[in-house]
C-alpha cells in the first residue's frame, strides 16, 4: 500500500501553489485531524503582503476539524473531555500551526490543506465543541477579541468606538456590548460588514468610504459621546497606521485606547507623546494574541451567541482559491457578488 497523501495550499513569496505531501502517521502524543474549515485571517493577508516570512509556508491557524487519528496517549482533550476518532474540535495556534515551513516534516502544519498534523497538542491546544464548522472556525479570533476586550476594562454604561470591522473588530463588538457597553459606535467597511455590526449590536455605524474625511469621522464620534467629551474606551482593530492617531481623537480625557490590529511590522507613525498621549491623560493598552484563558472562555461564548454569528463566514473556498480570498481582503472585501466579512477555506475531504 502506497504512502497516502495530501493536498495543501503553500505560500511561496507571493505566490499561491497547491502541493501534496505525505500523511505521517501521529507519534505517540500528537493528532492527525481531518480539516474541515481554516478561517483566512489579517495576519494571513499582512504576512503574505509585506513577505516577513523567508519560507515557504502553509498558512492559516483558524481552523477546525474532525479527529481522523489520535496517537498514543491522546485520550482527552485540553480540559480533560474524553476523545475519540470523528470528534470535532478547534485548534489553537499556539505552537507553530500555520508558521512552520511547509517543506519539513512531519509537514501539513497548516490550516490550508485537506489535513493537520498536530504535533504538539501540549502547545498545540485543541477542545472539542459540538458547534457547527461554520461557527467553530471563529475560535481562534474570537479568542483574540476576548483578549482585545479585557484590555479595555469596560465599566457598565461605557461608550466604546471600535475600530475595524474585520472578523476581530466584529467580534470585540459583541463581547463589548456583553461585557456591559451603553453605546457602541462602529467605524470601518464596507456596508456588508457594517450590517453585520449592526446585529451583533452597534447603535451607530460609520462607512469610511462614505465619511472619507477622518476629521469628519472624529466630529460624529464624539457628537454622538455624552456631552461630546468623547469615548471612554476605543479599540483599534483595523491594522492600518492612521487609524491610530485618529482613534486617540476619539477618546474622553482619562479614557482608554487599546491597539490590538498590528500583529505584523506595517511600519510606523509620527507621534507627538505631548499632545496625543499626555494631555489626553489616557491610558494606553496594546495586547498580542491570546492566552488560554481567552481560548477557553470563547467556546462558550460562541456557543451561547451561536444564532447571531451564522452568515459571519460569508466565503467557502476550495484550496485552488486562495489566492482569490488575499486579493478580495487586499482590495475591495468584494467577493462573488457579496462582501466579503470572514473567508474560509474548505480542507475539501469528504
Known sequence: MGTRTARATVMSGKDFEVREYPIVDPAPGTVLVRQELGGICGTDLHNWEFQHINHDIILGHENVGVIETLGEGVETDYLGNPVKVGDRIVLSPSGGLGFSPAEEAPYLRGGFSEYIYLSNPSTNMFLKTDLPPEIAVLAEPAACAAHCMSRGKIEFGDTVVIQGTGPIGLLALNWARVSGAGRLIVVGGPPGRLEMAKRLGADLTIDISEVPDPEERKRIVRENTPQGNGADVVYE??????????????????????????????????????????????????GWGFERKHFI????????????????????????????????????????????????????VA
Open 237 to 286: 482593530c483595523t491594522g492600518f497606521l492612521a487609524a491610530i492617531p485618529e482613534g486617540l481623537d476619539y477618546i474622553r480625557h482619562s479614557g482608554t485606547y487599546v491597539v490590538y490590529g498590528h500583529f505584523v511590522d506595517v511600519g510606523s507613525f509620527d507621534c507627538n507623546p505631548n499632545q496625543m498621549l499626555m494631555r489626553k491623560n489616557l491610558r494606553l493598552e496594546a
Open 297 to 348: 472562555r470563547a467556546i462558550p461564548m460562541l456557543e451561547k451567541h451561536a444564532s447571531l454569528f451564522e452568515g459571519f463566514v460569508s466565503h467557502v473556498l476550495p484550496l485552488e482559491d486562495v489566492s482569490k480570498g488575499f486579493d478580495a481582503l487586499h482590495g475591495s472585501y468584494h467577493l462573488d457578488g457579496k462582501d466579503a466579512i470572514k473567508i474560509a477555506v474548505k480542507g475539501g
